[in-house]
């Protein structure tokens, strides 16, 4: 099934302890992309990827890292997470990001104390 | 930069009565898309416009692109409580990069 894979679910933490958010799509996607979403905000692109090894950052990229070693992975790396980080956050990706529609990850609610 | 508007931000409505979201940009796009979240879920795309004037209807929903295309909306007839959730428009420009820019999200309660 073509599917994007966010891992994990929920996750709680607290202020400056590092986390990784694991994304992986199975459908050889080129364009890989990080939003967050808060309420009243809508989706706000961190980051996104072209291919591999290609990074962009996206509206809201501070306090986050993300890399794109392979073309089925795109984690998304807090080095340092602060409260202002709680959010919910999702990985789409899309064939070529031109012209086409993305498929969304299931999404990971994130809470930093 | 590029920044596309929607409103309304929430819209309550009577099952049976009719929703429209609309969305407008400060440049002109490439194309459309438009995306429904349903309460806890993720973003699903429901449907792309590419032409000037473009018209598409996926049973009780209408969408429809602006002869500039700076401008769209999403007509609902007759909702229904299964529409409920949060609909996105986003729309992607023509330049170099053609980032999709979302729309702030249009949330739908229906109330049978």
């Known amino acids: 099934e073509a599917q994007v894979t966010q891992n994990p679910r929920y996750l709680i933490t607290v202020t400056g302890k590092k986390l990784t958010v694991t994304c992986s799509q199975n459908m050889n996607h080129e364009y890989m992309s990080w939003y967050r979403q808060d309420p009243g905000l809508g989706l706000r692109q961190i980051y996104y990827s072209m291919n591999v090894e290609v990074t962009d950052k996206g509206d809201v990229p501070e306090g986050y890292k993300v890399s794109r070693k392979e073309k089925r992975n795109f984690p998304l790396i807090l080095e340092s997470p602060s409260p202002n980080q709680t959010s919910l956050y999702f990985c789409?990706?899309?064939?070529?990001?031109?012209?086409?529609?993305?498929?969304f990850g299931s999404g990971t609610q994130l809470s930093v104390l | 930069g590029q920044q596309v508007m929607q409103i309304p931000q929430y819209q309550h409505v009577q099952e049976g009565e009719d929703f429209t979201t609309y969305c407008n940009s400060s440049?002109?796009?490439?194309?459309i898309q438009w995306y429904k979240q349903r309460p806890g879920g993720h973003p699903v795309f429901l449907i792309q416009l590419v032409k000037s004037g473009e018209v598409k209807k996926q049973k009780r929903l209408t969408f429809q692109f602006g002869e500039a295309k700076k401008n769209s909306s999403l007509h609902i007839t007759a909702t229904q409580t299964t529409d409920v959730g949060t609909y996105f428009c986003a729309g992607q420009d023509g330049g170099s990069q053609g980032n999709l820019i979302f729309g702030k999200g249009t949330k739908l309660s229906v109330k049978p």
């Open positions: 789409a990706s899309s064939s070529t990001g031109r012209n086409e529609k993305l498929f």
């Open positions: 440049t002109t796009l490439s194309n």
